[in-house]
C-alpha cells in the first residue's frame, strides 16, 4: 500500500482522505467546493486514483471531485480476508456513497469502474445526475451482455491472457509480481502516447503491487473474470427508466485493443441513444492517459451544457 503522504513528485498532489464505511480503509480525493455538484471519478484495472490526477484540477473550479481508489487498489487497504468480485466493490461504492451522502452526482467511469458505477446507478438512480463512461463498459440489464463480453474476450489480447494464464496456473503467480511488471500490463492493455513514462509516473502505478499481499485486488479482477465469478448489477425497472433519462455522454479511445469500441460502445448507445459519442482516433484504452486534456475539455463542456 501507498503511503498517506505520498505525492509522486508532486504529480499527485491531492490531500488524502479516508473512511472505515465499507469495512476497510478507503482511500479517497475530494477536491473542490464542498457544496458543488459531485463528480464521482471510477478508476479500473490495474490503475487507482492517480490515472485522474489532470482530470482533478480540471473540475474541480467548478464541480466536487471526488476519486476513491477500489478495495485493494492504490491507497486504499487490501484486507486479506475479503473477496474482490465486482458485486465486492459495488457494495463498498455504495457504502462510501452512502457514508458520505454523495448526491447529484455525474459518474466518470473507465474500465471495470464502468460495471460498478453502473451497479451504484441500479441501486440508487435517484442520486445519479449525469454518466459519463472514458473506456468504461456500461452493464446495465441488457439481454446481450454476455456476448458482447465473450466477443470482446476472443480477441482482445488483456482477456486472452487471462484465460490461457488461468488454464495453465501461471495467472495468479504472474500478478502476484505486478509491481515488476507493471509497465507491461499497462502496455497489453493499451496506452499509445510513450512520452507519458517517466519515473514518477511508474512508481505511481507500481507503488499499490509492491508484495503479493498487496495484488489481491488486481488478482480479483483478473480471477473473476476466468471463473465467471463476477456478477453484473440488474436493474429494476424504475431505476432503468429513471437512468434513460439522465444526460449521458461516452468518449472513447478508438485505439483502445481491451474494451473495444464495436463490442461495448453499442451497451452505451441501447441505454441511451440520443447521448453524444466522442470517438479519439489514435488514443488507447487509457485514454486519460493518452489524451487527458482532450477528455477533459470534453467532460467540462457536457458539464456545461447540461
Known amino acids: 500500500m501507498i503511503q498517506d503522504s ?13 473512511t472505515d464505511a465499507p469495512g476497510f480503509r478507503m482511500h479517497y480525493v475530494d477536491e473542490g467546493p464542498a457544496g458543488g455538484e459531485v463528480v464521482l471519478c471510477l478508476h479500473g ?15 474541480s473550479a467548478t464541480h466536487r471531485v471526488v476519486v476513491p481508489d477500489h478495495m485493494g487498489f492504490g491507497k ?18 455504495e457504502r462510501f456513497v452512502l457514508a458520505l451522502d454523495l448526491t447529484d452526482i455525474t459518474l466518470v467511469m473507465h474500465d471495470f469502474g464502468g460495471p460498478v458505477g453502473m451497479g451504484l446507478a441500479a441501486r440508487h438512480p435517484d442520486r445519479i445526475a449525469r454518466v459519463v463512461t472514458t473506456n468504461g ?29 488461468h488454464a495453465g496456473g501461471s495467472l495468479e503467480p504472474i500478478l502476484e509480481r505486478l509491481g515488476y511488471n507493471i509497465l507491461s500490463t499497462l502496455k497489453l492493455n493499451g496506452f499509445e502516447n510513450n512520452a507519458i513514462i517517466t519515473d514518477p509516473w511508474l512508481a505511481a502505478y507500481a507503488a499499490p503491487f509492491a508484495t503479493p499481499a498487496d495484488c489481491l485486488g488486481a488478482i480479483g479482477w483478473a480471477k473473476g473474470f476466468a471463473t465467471e465469478a463476477h456478477r453484473f448489477e440488474t436493474p429494476d425497472a424504475s431505476a432503468e427508466r429513471s437512468i434513460r433519462s439522465k444526460p449521458a455522454l461516452a468518449i472513447w479511445g478508438e485505439a483502445d485493443r481491451t474494451l473495444q469500441a464495436e463490442h461495448f460502445l453499442p451497451l452505451f448507445t441501447a441505454i441511451f441513444p440520443a447521448a ?19 477528455v477533459a475539455q470534453l467532460i467540462a463542456d457536457f458539464l456545461r451544457r447540461t
Open 6 to 18: 505520498e505525492t509522486f513528485a508532486g504529480t499527485f498532489p491531492f490531500p488524502p482522505h479516508f
Open 45 to 59: 484495472e490495474p490503475t487507482w486514483g492517480y490515472l485522474f490526477r489532470d482530470l482533478i484540477p480540471a473540475l
Open 76 to 93: 486504499s487497504e487490501t484486507p486479506g480476508e475479503r473477496t474482490y468480485w465486482l458485486q465486492d466493490h459495488i457494495d463498498n461504492l
Open 137 to 165: 463498459p456500461t452493464p446495465f440489464g441488457q439481454p446481450n451482455l454476455l456476448d458482447r463480453i465473450t466477443a470482446n474476450a476472443g480477441s482482445a489480447p488483456w482477456f486472452r491472457w487471462i484465460a490461457e494464464a
Open 276 to 294: 453524444s459519442i466522442e470517438r479519439l482516433p489514435g488514443v488507447g484504452h487509457y485514454c486519460l492517459e493518452d489524451a487527458p486534456a482532450a
